[in-house]
């Protein structure tokens, strides 16, 4: 959910509510649209989707928050569900056991959830289980990584990796601004991870296309002590640095340490993931950090709204179809000081 | 059940919250299995904990040991040779495996004169490095459906999972309390000095405790290999801590020389239950854990008062 809709959340619900008032709640009628459009600008639309409905009651699993990102992921979804009179949220323990995490799926099951948004520690693992749940008539929504059977969940709500490298790197050519001789640093998260190889892969792409390409490229592993050992070895490698990708802004915290360290300024820093404090710095304009690309940590929460919205039978808003979409992709925007604002109200605190 | 007492009470109380908490749902044979589910693949690797622990010694590898028994069992020529004989290759693959590793364990422990705290350490860290090497990170999917189909099946109702737990539940307390091994597995954990003086070779009995607790992690990884229908080197995370843990409250003696077969089901019980209610009532992520911290410590100081009791007759 962007800032302005929240900030309008409440004159949505009103204007909502008086929809209600006059069409039945799960209408999807051009009328009731109609009406929502002439309340509010922003939440247009949207209006009676956010009207109190049938009663929601949502199960809610996600891996142990031991990395800032994922913290945020839950958080993120227990303030969403908060915002509905209608939700009923179940959180279970945040676990990397995929023994526990199936009980914990098994547990929903037995206590008959309308629906379970689900952030699989390992999504191969929890097909099984989660299939059972589809099987037993519940709604199931798949966050962040997927499945392996598409008879496991009815919507997923997938990042976009391969777009994080793509948007890192477009920008990275604008500010060169054709420099052919440019020396590009990449700062990779855990190297053999298929979200690593995807990043890397759309970096290289996106440099390729303005005659760039990746002259030191070194591996952390999501952690600060990490991302502070990669920096410091990538800057006794190479003199001279135009431009450093950072994949993941909880590593950064590492990276930007070690470079203040090395005392070094000849270049600037673009991040990954987006957390709160480096938009800060993006911000404040005083550091090395010029952008950073973001991989929303507001995922479980979409995957709240949308599976409200799928037992209650309504459709996304914005879209003529009347059906939630099967897969939803988010963007990797880049933010800059320019735009900054319209980003920091999501961001996650690493 | 004497000496079991406290534990059936605190098992008993944890089951009387469930049911007024939320007795539509945890009253159900749905949710008995789920418990039960969940105990199973911990409960094997904790019987295997007994036995080292009551030994006098400590296996810190075990989680390790499940995920690299779980990878080396699902790799693609694995799961080849499955395909074309039986699952049973796949099993026997798991066991082997994780035997081995008890091995190495058992022999550093025994012949290296390693503490077993180092010994076991040094094979959490080696065994879950192999796993990593061996599916390149990457989660193995089993593509073996009669391995799948008989071990997340059920029989008479109960899940094979549970069945194997009873099983290994079952033949861990005849060894331990009515065999000579049980028997030595006592003496060697309360006085190995004592013990090589009755006559027990130490060393060999060290080394056959530290396979059995492998041989439980084979069992283990098989029993995860079917829930997930994967392998994988992030499989059995913690399992040491969560393992030691319910041994513990069981009424084990950490120092060895006593332990408790009973004790340690009813320990995975009473941690997998309070997980199960805990879920159920939508309590805070972090409470679950403050309560898991306060069981172990409340039960270690019980510990300690009968320790002492004992030891001043």
């Known amino acids: ?350 | 059940m004497g000496r079991n007492l406290g534990l059936v009470v605190a098992l008993v109380l944890l089951c009387l919250v469930g049911i007024i908490t939320a007795g539509d749902t945890f009253a159900t044979g749905a949710n008995v299995l789920t418990i039960l589910r969940l105990a199973a693949v911990i409960g094997v690797v904790s019987i295997g904990m007994t036995f080292v622990i009551t030994g006098g010694g400590i296996d810190l590898s075990v989680g390790a040991m499940v995920a690299l028994a779980s990878v080396w069992a699902t790799t693609l020529a694995t799961q080849q040779m499955a395909a074309d004989f039986h699952w049973i290759f796949m099993v026997s693959t798991a066991l082997l495996v994780g035997s081995a590793c008890g091995l190495v364990n058992g022999l550093l422990v025994a012949y290296g004169k390693i503490v077993p705290f180092i010994a076991t350490l040094a094979m959490l860290a080696g065994a879950r490095g192999l796993a990593e090497i061996i599916s390149d990170r990457r989660t193995q999917i089993i593509s073996v459906n009669p391995f799948v189909d008989f071990f997340g099946g059920s029989l008479i109702g109960v899940p094979v999972l549970v069945w194997l737990f009873l099983i290994v539940a079952a033949l861990g307390w005849v060894v331990l309390n009515r065999t000579t091994f049980g028997r030595r597995t006592f003496a060697v954990g309360g006085n190995a000095e004592a013990a090589r003086l009755a006559g027990i070779k130490v060393q060999r009995h060290t080394v056959a405790l530290y396979v059995l607790a492998g041989l439980c992690c084979g069992i283990a990884a098989v029993m995860l290999m079917a829930r997930t229908t994967t392998g994988s080197s992030t499989h059995g995370q913690l399992y040491e801590l969560d393992a030691i843990a319910a041994v513990v409250i069981g009424g084990t003696l950490l120092s060895g020389g006593r332990g408790t077969i009973v004790g340690t089901v009813f320990g995975v019980l009473i941690f997998t239950t309070l997980n199960n209610v805990f879920t159920l009532n939508n309590l805070s992520i972090s409470a679950q854990s403050v309560a898991k911290g306060l069981i172990i410590v409340i039960a270690v100081l019980l510990q300690q008062r009968l320790a002492a009791r004992g030891s001043t007759p």
């Not at chain 1, 629906?115 to 191969?124: E, K, S, T």
């Open chain 1, 1 to 350: 959910m962007s800032a302005r809709s929240a900030r309008f959340l409440k004159t949505a619900t009103l204007a909502g509510l008086t929809s209600l008032a006059l069409i039945a709640c799960t209408s999807n009628t051009p009328e009731a649209k109609k009406t929502d459009g002439n309340a509010t600008q922003a939440a247009a639309g949207s209006g009676s989707n956010d009207a109190p409905g049938q009663k929601v009651k949502i199960g809610f699993s996600a891996p142990a928050a031991d990395h800032g990102w994922m913290g945020a992921i839950t958080k993120a979804t227990q303030a969403e569900a908060k915002k509905y009179s209608d939700i009923e949220l179940i959180v279970a323990e945040g676990t990397n056991d995929v023994n526990l995490q199936i009980s914990q799926v098994e547990t929903f099951i037995n206590q008959k959830v309308d629906a379970i948004v689900l952030l699989p520690f390992d999504g191969a693992a929890l097909t099984p289980v989660a299939i059972k749940a589809m099987e037993a008539g519940i709604t199931v929504v798949n966050v962040d990584r997927e499945f392996d059977s598409t008879f496991a969940a009815r919507t997923t709500i997938l990042g976009d990796n391969k777009g994080m490298g793509i948007s890192a790197g477009t920008y990275v050519c604008q500010e060169m601004k054709g420099k052919k001789d440019a020396v590009i640093a990449e700062i990779a998260g855990i190297d053999s991870l298929p979200l690593t190889q995807a990043r890397s892969q759309g970096f290289k792409e996106a440099l390729a296309d303005c005659g760039l390409k990746v002259n030191n490229r070194v591996a952390a592993e999501f952690t600060v002590e990490s991302g502070e050992k990669a920096a410091a070895n990538l800057l006794q490698a190479a003199p001279k640095i135009d431009a450093i990708w950072n994949h993941d802004d909880d590593q950064g915290v590492g990276v930007m340490a070690a470079i203040k360290n090395s005392g070094r300024k000849e270049f600037f820093v673009v991040g990954g993931a987006g957390s709160a404090n480096v938009m800060r710095d993006i911000k404040a304009g005083n550091t090395l950090l010029k952008a950073t690309v973001i991989y929303p940590s507001t995922q479980g929460a979409d995957g709240v709204r949308l599976a409200r919205l799928l037992v209650q039978k309504k459709a996304l808003g914005d879209l003529v179809e009347v059906e939630v979409p099967r897969l939803v992709q988010l963007y990797a925007p880049v933010v800059t000081k320019d735009n900054v604002d319209q980003y920091l109200p999501t961001a996650f605190e690493s």
